[in-house]
């Protein structure tokens, strides 16, 4: 199959979240999309659906796990209800392991940016454990628009200007209902 250099060379966050912020996910999803980045929603992922339809937790693991290492980069969205996650710590812990030791073998120091933690709104202010604070933390519209910046090396007030981003004082912004706006 023959891919266009341009897109095959865009950044692809792995969306990691619990079951019950699939919405919110899903705006996200959205959202980068619009900012011409490429991502990887399990709902998407037929050989991981097709493992979780048989409850086969071997072949779900090694399709989270795939889906992971073909990603450049990986957001996990965080809730209140991300705490009762099984899935998502072992989600962060082979993406810490598969996105951030990979760069750094490869000499990449500055790869932090590879690995994100994104707060929904209901958790946006609150202190995060531990071991979500190894990743770059992003708490509201603002600094999503930020980061989405340096993931596609492209200047924050261009990508608004070409439509890619909308700024944080937009009303109406497309994740008013799912991130804080002034952070």
Known sequence: ???????????????????????ECRKI?????????DYYLDELDD??????????????????????RESSHMMVVVS????????????????????LDKGLQEGIKENKIKLSVLTLKDISE??????????????????????LSKVTKRLEKSSYNEGRLFSNNKIGHPLDNVLNWNL
């Open 1 to 23: 199959m023959f891919e266009l250099k341009e897109v095959k060379e865009r950044p692809c966050v792995f969306l990691s979240h619990k079951k019950e912020d699939k919405n």
């Open 29 to 37: 999803a959205e959202y980068l999309k619009e900012a011409e980045i």
């Open 47 to 68: 050989d991981l659906q097709q493992a979780a339809a048989l409850r086969n937790a071997e072949f779900i693991t090694e399709s989270i796990k795939k889906g992971i």
């Open 80 to 99: 209140e209800k991300t705490y009762k996650s099984q899935w998502v710590p072992f989600e962060i812990g082979y993406g810490h392991s598969a996105i």
């Open 126 to 147: 609150k202190d995060l454990p531990d071991f979500l604070q190894v990743a770059y933390v992003i708490r509201g519209i603002k600094s999503l628009n930020d980061y």
